[in-house]
């Protein structure tokens, strides 16, 4: 057991500094001078020589490729991501501002799709060939198609600019508010964008939990348990414990797609998470941040994969190794 963890946390190393290599390499690769990448055009036009070799020189451009990797590599074991070139602040504090957040966001709207994914899927599976199976698929299908970006702009319209239920945009009125109250407006502002992540990410958690349990319906065991005697409430208890496994396989591999779309959901929301830091980076070409944003973000889905792997055997013991006898 203990030589499947080392070799299981060492695999997702690898690949951990696999991503970090690449995130360091794509910037440097890109054709063109750095400064380009790094000032907008018309600053890095009016330039003078002088003051070129000083912006290479401070953020350590000038040195080789082996040097800048080492310089790199210790400052992610020190949390130092550079400056900022919009806001002139270290990317680490930026980061650790707005992805709070995001978490709010992507947690959130995970737990709802977990639940309410597993609940339609189960409640169809259990009546498949149903008209009620059939409606629900064709619904859950047709949502699924829709993208992110739609969902958050139909929902703004008709619960925001439409009945006025809900804010627009931002996390917070920028009045001052404490304790339940500062809480109260938090939620109500992210309920349109929990919506919408939830809305999105719920196809693939329906479609998991329905062929999940109609597998497990027919499995011998559940045959047996009905020859017992047991209910239709018990069997299908009894079925779906087993069919929760892919789903929670689903629900933490899915992490790194909502935290994707999340992106997308803040911008049209205009929420301070880490998708709009990302948009705005864009924008301002401001490479330090979005360096630090993808190294975040790689680092989100290699543990997110990781906690997967390693919690897989402990929910379903028949995948667990056999243990050596001893002599």
């Given at each position: 057991m203990?030589?499947?963890?080392?070799?299981?946390?060492?695999?997702?190393?690898?690949?951990?500094?696999?991503?970090?290599?690449?995130?360091f390499?794509?910037p440097r690769?890109?054709?063109g001078?750095?400064?380009?990448?790094?000032l907008?055009?018309?600053?890095?036009?009016?330039l003078?020589?002088?003051q070129?070799?000083?912006i290479?020189?401070r953020?350590?451009l000038?040195?080789?490729?082996?040097?800048?990797?080492g310089?790199?590599?210790?400052?992610?074991a020190?949390?130092d991501?550079?400056?900022?070139?919009?806001?002139?602040?270290?990317?680490?504090?930026?980061?650790?501002?707005r992805?709070?957040?995001?978490?709010?966001?992507?947690?959130?709207?995970?737990?709802?799709?977990?639940?309410?994914g597993?609940?339609?899927?189960?409640r169809?599976?259990?009546?498949?060939?149903?008209?009620?199976?059939?409606g629900?698929?064709g619904?859950?299908?047709?949502?699924?198609?829709?993208?992110?970006?739609?969902?958050?702009?139909?929902?703004?319209?008709?619960?925001?600019?439409?009945?006025?239920?809900?804010p627009?945009?931002?996390?917070?009125?920028?009045?001052?508010?404490?304790?339940?109250?500062?809480?109260?407006?938090?939620l109500?502002?992210?309920?349109?964008?929990?919506a919408?992540?939830?809305?999105a990410g719920l196809?693939?958690?329906y479609?998991?939990?329905r062929?999940?349990l109609?597998?497990?319906?027919?499995?011998?065991?559940?045959?047996?348990?009905?020859?017992?005697?047991?209910?239709?409430?018990?069997?299908?208890?009894?079925?779906?414990r087993?069919?929760?496994?892919?789903?929670?396989t689903v629900a933490?591999v899915?992490?790194g797609t909502?935290?994707?779309?999340?992106?997308?959901?803040?911008?049209?929301?205009s929420?301070?998470?880490?998708?709009?830091?990302?948009y705005?980076s864009?924008?301002a070409?401001?490479?330090?941040?979005l360096?630090?944003a993808?190294?975040?973000?790689?680092i989100?889905?290699v543990?997110?994969?990781?906690?997967?792997?390693?919690a897989?055997?402990?929910?379903?013991?028949?995948?667990?190794?056999?243990?050596?006898r001893?002599?």
């Amino acid at each position: 057991m203990k030589r499947h963890l080392l070799r299981t946390v060492g695999q997702y190393g690898a690949v951990l500094f696999a991503a970090i290599v690449l995130n360091f390499a794509l910037p440097r690769l890109a054709p063109g001078d750095a400064i380009d990448y790094i000032l907008p055009d018309e600053v890095a036009g009016a330039l003078t020589p002088a003051q070129r070799t000083e912006i290479l020189d401070r953020f350590g451009l000038d040195d080789s490729m082996p040097e800048q990797f080492g310089a790199y590599l210790g400052g992610i074991a020190r949390g130092d991501l550079l400056v900022s070139v919009r806001f002139g602040r270290p990317v680490t504090s930026l980061l650790l501002e707005r992805v709070g957040w995001t978490l709010l966001l992507v947690g959130g709207s995970l737990v709802l799709s977990t639940l309410l994914g597993a609940a339609l899927g189960f409640r169809s599976a259990w009546r498949r060939g149903t008209s009620a199976d059939t409606g629900a698929l064709g619904a859950i299908m047709f949502l699924d198609a829709l993208p992110p970006f739609f969902i958050g702009t139909l929902l703004l319209l008709v619960f925001s600019v439409g009945l006025g239920w809900f804010p627009s945009y931002g996390a917070l009125s920028g009045q001052e508010a404490e304790g339940l109250a500062l809480v109260g407006e938090v939620l109500r502002r992210a309920v349109l964008p929990v919506a919408t992540l939830t809305i999105a990410g719920l196809g693939p958690m329906y479609l998991v939990a329905r062929s999940a349990l109609v597998g497990e319906l027919q499995e011998d065991y559940v045959l047996m348990a009905e020859a017992k005697g047991l209910t239709d409430r018990e069997v299908r208890r009894h079925a779906a414990r087993n069919a929760l496994l892919p789903v929670s396989t689903v629900a933490l591999v899915g992490l790194g797609t909502l935290v994707g779309g999340a992106a997308v959901v803040e911008t049209v929301f205009s929420y301070p998470g880490l998708g709009r830091l990302i948009y705005e980076s864009v924008l301002a070409r401001d490479y330090p941040v979005l360096q630090g944003a993808f190294l975040l973000l790689i680092i989100t889905v290699v543990l997110a994969n990781l906690i997967n792997d390693l919690a897989y055997p402990l929910l379903d013991p028949r995948v667990r190794r056999p243990r050596p006898r001893r002599a």
